[in-house]
């Protein structure tokens, strides 16, 4: 045998990008992929991936992990528990939530959520700040100076009592991130038809979980996408619409996007895979399904795929809130709660890749580099990180090998995370990611995880490039007296 070459050979494997699918080994030195072709010389370790799918490690861009809800209640899991799941399930690289609240200060909770990452991560992360209470000292102070330190993506609710931003203030946060060069993430929703609709149902005993779908009516998401993207045109500031669930919704940011409105958006599992008949169960089980905006119909999940086929939407996240069936979660106000006291949300990080390999490689649906740009490749160009991502040279040694014939029936008892749960128990699965390593590291091989908390590291991001003074506003603005410039 030769002198090894490389710390780790990955050999024998069928390589995924999101642009090929080829034949070949995947050299590897200390953390970073640092060759690719056929007979690869030797490894100090070897993994033989004959007859497995050699993919780039998932990034999840959209997870609720440890975080404080408005409501008091934190999450079931921690760093530990959320990203020990997420490598179970393939994925390598997730971005989570600083969450401010009310009279909170974004950098003290920046720091707080920072140390519990750094304490528990299995797998590298980064923060979305969450801004509640638009003050004067957060537009001048920090946005500026947090988006300069690496943290590029500031996220905001346009409903919930306790979180939503006032559209004059959610104009501010706009200029503000085009100043500092961030992207602003939102869960769109308008109030005013939730809470409308919210109290009249209740007010006629509509109480069961199963209500809850009706309460966010379908024109509140289309109407508040609409309203949004007004806002980024005038100001010429990217946006990222997270968790789109309807039809009309994908439909308003497809013509948004045919007019040239920076629009990214997102899908999740459950809007592609679940509908409201899900809510219908005895009792309060029917819970388990409740998330916001809440699951749809057949229909809405097919005009997803088709908008996700067409690059409408970009990637699909997971979206993971996980509260438990019990007091500490979605029973918090006890045993019978109305739909409204029901903490919204479902666990996601684990099952949100085998459910769409299963769906777009195992039955076809888009196809295998499909999958790798939707998981992995575009979220790490949308949210720069620009180590992560692909299978290439250079990049981080972030792989998930994949048997595409494995079957999984999924089942509350395999799932790593504390929800107690899976909405998607039952459905039997093809395709499931038995070897994932992490900056070349085997985290999980087979049924052993081999991690240890706090070996995930902080992911700083870079903001996206100047943008020239441009939009509705400044071309709206009279040249002369040169107002648009002034007020962006
Ligand atoms: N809705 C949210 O707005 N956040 C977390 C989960 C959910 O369902
Ligand atoms: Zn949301
Ligand atoms: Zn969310």
């Not at 997730?94 to 140390?115: E, S």
């Not at 609710?157 to 200029?175: G, N, P, Q, S």
């Not at 069961?208 to 996408?225: Q, W």
């Not at 109305?338 to 195992?362: C, H, W, Y």
Request: glycine share 10%; aromatic share 6%.
């Amino acid at each position: 045998m030769s002198d090894p070459v490389y710390d780790l050979v990955i050999r024998g494997g069928t390589v995924a990008t999101s642009s090929d699918v080829f034949a070949a080994d995947v050299g590897i030195s200390g953390e970073t992929i640092v060759a690719l072709g056929k007979n690869l010389g030797a490894g100090k370790k070897e993994i033989d991936a004959t007859g497995k799918l050699v993919l780039p490690g998932g990034i999840d861009a959209h997870a609720h992990i440890e975080q404080l809800s408005a409501a008091g209640l934190v999450n079931a899991d921690t760093f530990e528990t959320a990203t020990t799941s997420a490598a179970f399930g393939g994925t390598t690289s997730v971005i989570c939530f600083a969450a401010q609240h009310i009279g909170m200060d974004v950098r003290k909770v920046l720091t707080d959520y920072t140390a519990l990452a750094k304490r528990g991560a299995m797998i590298d992360y980064a923060f979305h700040i969450i801004v509640a209470d638009v003050t004067d000292k957060v537009i001048a102070e920090d946005i500026p100076a947090l988006v300069k330190e690496g943290y590029s993506s500031i996220k905001i609710f346009m409903t919930y009592d306790l979180l939503r931003v006032h559209d004059e203030k959610l104009l501010d946060i706009l200029a503000a991130a085009r100043e500092a060069k961030a992207l602003v993430c939102v869960h769109a929703e308008n109030h005013g038809i939730i809470s409308w609709m919210v109290k009249r149902l209740l007010d006629k005993g509509y109480t069961a979980p199963k209500y809850h779908p009706v309460s966010h009516a379908r024109l509140s998401e289309s109407e508040a996408f609409t309203r949004l993207i007004a806002f980024s045109e005038l100001l010429d500031q990217p946006i990222m619409i997270f968790h789109v669930s309807t039809r009309e919704g994908a439909a308003v940011i497809r013509e948004a996007r045919g007019r040239g409105v920076k629009v990214f958006a997102e899908t999740c599992p459950q809007y592609l895979f679940l509908t409201m008949e899900d809510l219908d169960k005895p009792g309060v089980e029917g819970a388990k399904w409740m998330c916001s905006p809440p699951v749809r119909t057949t229909d809405d999940q097919e005009a997803l795929w088709r908008a996700l086929d067409l690059g409408d939407l970009q990637l699909v996240s997971s979206d993971h809130a996980p509260y438990r069936m019990d007091e500490t979660g979605k029973l918090r106000a006890g045993p019978n709660p109305t739909f409204k006291q029901i903490a919204n949300g479902m666990p996601g990080l684990e099952v949100r890749l085998p459910l769409l390999f299963d769906a777009m490689v195992s039955k076809g649906r888009l196809g295998l580099s499909k999958f790798v740009e939707l998981t992995s490749t575009a979220p790490a160009q949308i949210y720069n990180l620009p180590n992560k991502g692909s299978i290439a040279i250079g990049m981080d040694a972030d792989i998930a090998i994949w048997d595409p014939l494995k079957k999984v029936t999924l089942s509350d008892a395999m799932m790593h995370d504390l929800a107690g749960f899976t909405p998607f128990a039952g459905r039997e699965l093809t395709g499931w990611p038995t070897t994932v390593l992490l900056r070349g590291s085997v985290l999980v091989e087979g049924d052993t995880f081999n991690g240890k908390p706090g070996e995930g590291r902080l992911m700083l991001r870079d903001g996206g490039k100047a943008a020239a003074p441009s939009g509705r506003l400044a071309a709206e603005m009279d040249p002369a007296r040169n107002f648009g410039a002034k007020l962006l």
